[in-house]
């Protein structure tokens, strides 16, 4: 299997558990009692002929994996995960030797988000074997700082996609196209941007603070505002009002597409 296509497929194991099960948020975070293993004790865990066994490691928790061999055994599509702690390469992709490491700092939210989602998906199908003594763990299997930074990565990372998903909701991507015949065309349906509802909206222009750019996102053009109850007193203009989005030029404030 070629690289590229052998961490696309991880990754999207990895998304096909987290979409498959449901899991406790902050149940990863809980790390049964077990043995505490060095690195060079590690090392032996690769599967080769008279090797004891074989293990791999995320954020310095050690899991037997002798049930995915095929994958992880030598010979095996993941085999540079045996035996070490890579925890890098599951967010990033990267098989190399320089990317098969446990460093994750400075990855990005989604990409902690992807560790999370693998570490939950190792706690799910893989026996618990211990902890890995090194950068997440210390020598009597208390957490590290760094082991507290890539947690607090993940659990603002959580929040972060959590907080997106709500403005998704509110503010639906438009559909569009361009031609060069037509140039572009932004419009809006109940489907749009993926997000069944009750509700069209029209296409508005969404400036985010702090940023140049917009994108087009359609908008609820009755009821009270976003998170307003209906009880409440309101100008049954939906978000029409708010602060951040602004009208296409040329294109009527209620029309349902813009050219």
Not at 88 to 112: C, H, I, K, N, W
Request: overall charge negative; charged content about 25%; aromatic content about 10%.
């Amino acid at each position: 299997m070629r690289r590229g296509a052998a961490a696309a497929a991880l990754l999207c194991l990895g998304a096909a558990c987290l979409l498959d099960r449901g899991f406790d948020p902050r149940a990863w975070l809980l790390v049964p009692r077990g043995r505490l293993l060095s690195a060079a004790e590690l090392a032996r865990y690769r599967g080769a002929a008279g090797e004891p066994g074989l293990y791999l490691a995320v954020l310095g928790r050690v899991f037997d994996v002798e049930r995915g061999r095929g994958h992880y055994g030598p010979g095996g599509a993941y085999s540079g995960f045996a035996g070490r702690d890579a925890t890098r390469a599951f967010a990033t992709g990267d098989f190399t030797q320089a990317g098969l490491v446990d460093d994750v700092s400075a990855l990005s939210p989604g990409e902690m988000l992807a560790i999370q989602s693998w570490l939950s998906f190792y706690s799910d199908n893989y026996d618990p074997v211990g902890k890995l003594v090194g950068r997440f763990y210390d020598e009597n299997g208390a957490p590290t700082e760094a082991l507290r930074e890539a947690e607090a990565a993940i659990e603002e990372a959580q929040k972060f996609q959590a907080e997106s998903e709500q403005r998704k909701q509110q503010f639906p991507p438009c559909n569009s196209e361009w031609s060069s015949a037509k140039g572009s065309r932004f419009w809006c349906s109940r489907q749009s941007g993926g997000v069944n509802r009750d509700w069209t909206g029209v296409p508005r222009k969404l400036y985010r603070p702090g940023s140049r750019g917009s994108r087009c996102v359609c908008v609820r053009t009755a009821g009270p505002p976003w998170g307003q109850p209906d009880s409440a007193e309101h100008s049954d203009r939906g978000d029409l009002d708010n602060p951040h989005l602004e009208e296409y030029d040329g294109c009527h404030p209620l029309a349902e597409q813009c050219t």
